[in-house]
């Protein structure tokens, strides 16, 4: 019962504190993470002088849940189709990072002294860059639309993969203490199955559970489910051998694919903001400032070698990858940061126990520092272009334009290419769920079974049903593709070919059997001969069954209507087509969208009035207004409130047209007329009033003053909601509404307008 207090009392102390730092970082215009830590320090066992937190231990528990959210989040966001669609940009950039910064930091980790263990988990710490300080960035200072920022976003998502990766390798050498290939290349083979059969049994099920759920799930109802699936596969992911951490980031990626993402992002946003405050002030309250003082050269070095070397490795894997001089340098300057996986990572070296203590700390004050300059950073960006511009020879430059122009041609892919290409993505994947379907089953399902139904009777069930259940993906490896057009092409374009394409069938069919040798050796003990001719007869029950061919159709059909629903959805909202934004950005084009605000000067003016074209050098392409499109609009076309504006033109002048939109905004708010109350008030028809005799009609009180008379009081009756043909009487009682000054003119009895 005594912990209960010390719990409440120390989570109160850190959230009280994490609110006044937060407060005044918010104040000061910075990072509200720099708050969290700051607050952490404070709260900790370092500062005496102040109420610190008692339990260190019970908030490290806290913490824990906090990376499970931060990482739900973070998969929510991700999107395993998402990496599949930011192109060899993001992903030649983040490999040259990843691989360019874990060697650099290795090696000055060994030149600090610090060991092998240390080294490589510090290697990984600096091969991070902070998705959420660099989205707040590009915020606060209006670059999401920047052509460069969308190349930065990519990277940041490859990344996020690595980074999972990463700390799953990272825990193996933790274990073995020593790196070894084979069992190095066994935990990466591992990891590949586990995150595919996941992702494809994931998709299958969970978004037609959640649309046939749809009718009951109200917000409450959403973020229950949606957390109590994260935290089952976060207890999936610690059985199979995994961080909580992975589990957490397959379920986002997994709920990222379906119609509700946007919804539940939205939901779990208080939670990850909650827990993840919490985990960022236990990050803070590790740190020891007399240690950071102690430190304070290496941590001047690591911050050095993070800055440098992540503008160098960014900017020359953007450049390799076939981007622009311009794009490579403001992605490699954005990129000058280390972030939350940083902590993440740290956190799993003390835990494991295979890293010192004081790597923490100086890991964190890097990450502050290098998250401070970021801004900074940024805006160092195109001062560096023109100094590139100006050292980087003209013969240099002209190979440079020459690589990126050439890198963004369109290759015309062989059909060979494109039907091995297919085969490598079906096979490899109906092999992974069969592997682990069968897994499984032998592991928990068939002893449950036999020992339920013992003998020969048992162990055929358990076969039968593992055989039935294995069977559509047994036939789509076997089948698919092998009257595709690709196929058909190259079966008829040479004779040469045909040797190849039967050798391709046979192979799957040598598969297959190898796949059902597996559960038939595990439970029959018979002949190898035997097993062999019960494997081939399956085999050809499932080539040759119609009613399997039928149901493994049904299957495919349904995994891809559950994956494609979110695109789908999203295209049929999306501003514009996303094959015309990639054909603009091939000749420097970029699209941005921009919303009509409420109070925005443009309203009510037609495209004609406001000239954007010759002002700012853009061209509005489409205005959406609720479900309606207008597509290419003309001159006199009018805006209204929340019309949504996609407009094309090059990165510097959408920034010129966003900075003149705000500028007008700010310019119409400030000589606004200062807006007037309206009160019901009421007055007394006097003697010698000129409304006397007069109906309200005459008056002008509606029409003119725009006040309205609500009721009049005349002796013992009262006039409710009188008509316009009503004629004031001396004495009457007048209700009105309107603006004071204007009742208060009625009230002495002068008429408005020329009645």
């Known amino acids: 019962m005594s912990q209960i207090p010390s719990l409440i009392s120390?989570?109160?102390?850190?959230?009280?504190?994490?609110?006044?730092?937060?407060?005044?970082?918010?104040?000061?215009?910075?990072?509200?993470?720099?708050?969290?830590?700051?607050?952490?320090?404070?709260?900790?066992?370092?500062?005496?002088?102040?109420?610190?937190?008692?339990?260190?231990?019970?908030?490290?528990?806290?913490?824990?849940?906090?990376?499970?959210?931060?990482?739900?989040?973070?998969?929510?966001?991700?999107?395993f189709k998402k990496l599949m669609k930011v192109g060899g940009t993001a992903v030649i950039g983040a490999i040259t990072i990843v691989i360019g910064m874990m060697t650099l930091g290795y090696?000055?980790?060994?030149?600090?002294?610090?060991?092998?263990?240390?080294?490589?988990?510090?290697?990984?710490?600096?091969?991070?860059?902070?998705?959420?300080?660099?989205?707040?960035?590009?915020?606060?200072?209006g670059l999401r639309n920047q052509r460069f920022a969308g190349v930065v976003f990519g990277i940041l998502v490859v990344e996020d993969l690595f980074a999972v990766l990463l700390m799953v390798l990272l825990s193996t050498l933790a274990v073995s203490k020593h790196v070894e290939g084979m069992e190095l290349l066994n935990s990466v083979i591992k990891l590949g199955v586990f995150l595919l059969f996941c992702?494809?049994?994931?998709?299958?099920?969970?978004?037609?559970?959640?649309?046939?759920?749809?009718?009951?799930?109200?917000?409450?109802?959403l973020l229950i489910v949606s957390l109590g699936l994260c935290l089952g596969m976060v207890i999936i992911a610690t059985k199979a051998g995994f961080s909580s951490?992975?589990?957490?980031?397959?379920?986002?990626?997994?709920?990222?694919?379906?119609?509700?993402?946007?919804?539940?992002?939205?939901l779990i946003k208080p939670v990850k903001d909650l827990f993840g405050a919490i985990f960022f002030v236990s990050?803070?309250?590790?740190?020891?400032?007399?240690?950071?003082?102690?430190?304070?050269?290496?941590?001047?070095?690591?911050?050095?070698?993070?800055?440098?070397?992540?503008?160098?490795?960014?900017?020359?894997?953007?450049?390799?990858s076939g981007q622009p001089v311009k794009i490579a340098i403001h992605s490699g300057f954005s990129?000058?940061?280390?972030?939350?996986?940083?902590?993440?990572?740290?956190?799993?070296?003390?835990?494991?126990?295979?890293?010192?203590?004081?790597?923490?700390?100086?890991?964190?004050?890097?990450?502050?520092?290098?998250?401070f300059f970021t801004p900074y950073m940024i805006r160092m960006a195109e001062p560096a272009c023109r100094i590139a511009d100006r050292i980087i020879p003209k013969s240099w430059m002209k190979f440079l334009e020459r690589y990126s122009s050439g890198s963004n041609t369109i290759h015309q892919k062989s059909a060979w290419n494109k039907l091995l290409k297919a085969l490598t993505r079906i096979v490899g994947t109906y092999t992974a769920v069969t592997l682990v379907l069968i897994f499984i089953w032998l592991q928990f399902v068939a002893p449950f079974i036999m020992k339920e139904i013992s003998g020969l009777r048992g162990a055929i069930i358990s076969l039968v049903l593992i055989l039935l259940l294995i069977a559509p993906m047994l036939r789509a490896i076997m089948m698919k593709k092998n009257h595709s057009a690709e196929f058909q092409q190259l079966w008829l374009d040479s004779k040469y070919n045909r040797g190849p394409l039967v050798s391709l069938i046979i192979l799957r069919i040598i598969l297959c059997i190898g796949l059902v040798m597996?559960?038939?050796?595990?439970?029959?003990?018979?002949?190898?001969?035997?097993?062999?001719?019960?494997?081939?007869?399956?085999?050809?029950?499932?080539?040759?069954?119609?009613?399997?061919?039928?149901?493994?159709?049904?299957?495919?059909?349904?995994?891809?209507?559950?994956?494609?629903?979110?695109?789908?959805?999203?295209?049929?909202?999306?501003?514009?087509?996303?094959?015309?934004?990639?054909?603009?950005?091939?000749?420097?084009?970029?699209?941005?969208?921009?919303?009509?605000?409420?109070?925005?000067?443009?309203?009510?003016?037609?495209?004609?009035?406001?000239?954007?074209r010759q002002k700012c050098n853009v061209n509005i392409v489409t205005i959406i207004r609720g479900e309606k499109r207008i597509n290419i609009p003309g001159g006199e076309e009018r805006l209204y409130p929340f019309d949504k504006l996609v407009v094309v033109g090059a990165d510097d002048d959408l920034e010129h047209f966003r900075q003149y939109l705000v500028e007008r905004y700010k310019t119409a708010q400030t000589s606004k007329k200062e807006t007037k109350e309206v009160n019901m008030e009421q007055f007394t028809i006097a003697e010698g009033s000129r409304l006397i005799g007069r109906?309200?009609?005459?008056?002008?009180?509606?029409?003119?003053?725009?006040?309205?008379?609500?009721?009049?009081?005349?002796?013992?009756?009262?006039?409710?909601?009188?008509?316009?043909?009503?004629?004031?009487?001396?004495?009457?009682?007048?209700?009105?509404?309107?603006?004071?000054?204007?009742?208060?003119?009625?009230?002495?009895?002068?008429t408005v307008g020329n009645s």
């Open 518 to 612: 597996l559960p038939v050796t595990r439970l029959l003990n018979a002949a190898v001969g035997i097993l062999l001719a019960i494997a081939a007869t399956v085999i050809v029950i499932v080539i040759l069954s119609k009613r399997l061919k039928r149901q493994s159709i049904l299957m495919e059909r349904h995994f891809f209507s559950n994956l494609t629903a979110r695109e789908l959805e999203y295209e049929r909202k999306a501003p514009i087509n996303q094959r015309f934004a990639n054909h603009l950005l091939e000749r420097d084009l970029h699209l941005a969208d921009f919303e009509v605000r409420q109070n925005s000067p443009s309203m009510g003016k037609t495209l004609k009035e406001l000239n954007f």
């Open 107 to 141: 090696t000055t980790g060994l030149s600090l002294g610090w060991g092998h263990m240390n080294s490589l988990f510090l290697g990984g710490m600096l091969s991070m860059s902070s998705t959420t300080i660099i989205f707040k960035a590009f915020d606060d200072m």
């Open 10 to 79: 120390d989570l109160a102390v850190i959230l009280i504190s994490a609110g006044l730092v937060t407060l005044l970082f918010k104040r000061l215009k910075q990072p509200v993470v720099l708050g969290y830590i700051v607050a952490g320090i404070l709260a900790g066992p370092a500062i005496t002088q102040i109420p610190t937190v008692t339990n260190v231990e019970s908030i490290r528990i806290w913490a824990d849940i906090g990376v499970i959210f931060l990482l739900f989040a973070l998969g929510l966001d991700f999107s």
């Open 245 to 266: 951490a992975l589990g957490a980031f397959v379920m986002g990626s997994i709920l990222a694919e379906t119609i509700e993402a946007e919804h539940i992002e939205h």
């Open 695 to 750: 109906t309200i009609l005459e008056s002008g009180i509606r029409d003119k003053a725009t006040c309205l008379v609500i009721g009049i009081e005349r002796g013992e009756t009262s006039i409710k909601n009188p008509s316009p043909t009503t004629v004031f009487e001396e004495g009457d009682i007048v209700w009105i509404v309107g603006e004071h000054d204007k009742v208060l003119r009625l009230s002495e009895g002068k």
């Open 283 to 320: 990050v803070g309250m590790l740190i020891d400032p007399a240690l950071l003082w102690e430190y304070k050269i290496p941590i001047l070095i690591l911050t050095l070698v993070v800055m440098v070397g992540q503008i160098l490795f960014a900017s020359f894997g953007v450049l390799l």
């Open 199 to 221: 992702f494809v049994i994931g998709i299958y099920l969970i978004p037609s559970f959640l649309k046939k759920a749809r009718t009951f799930l109200n917000d409450e109802t």
């Open 335 to 371: 990129l000058a940061q280390i972030g939350e996986f940083a902590f993440i990572i740290a956190s799993l070296g003390l835990t494991l126990g295979v890293t010192d203590n004081f790597l923490y700390p100086i890991v964190v004050a890097v990450s502050v520092i290098t998250t």
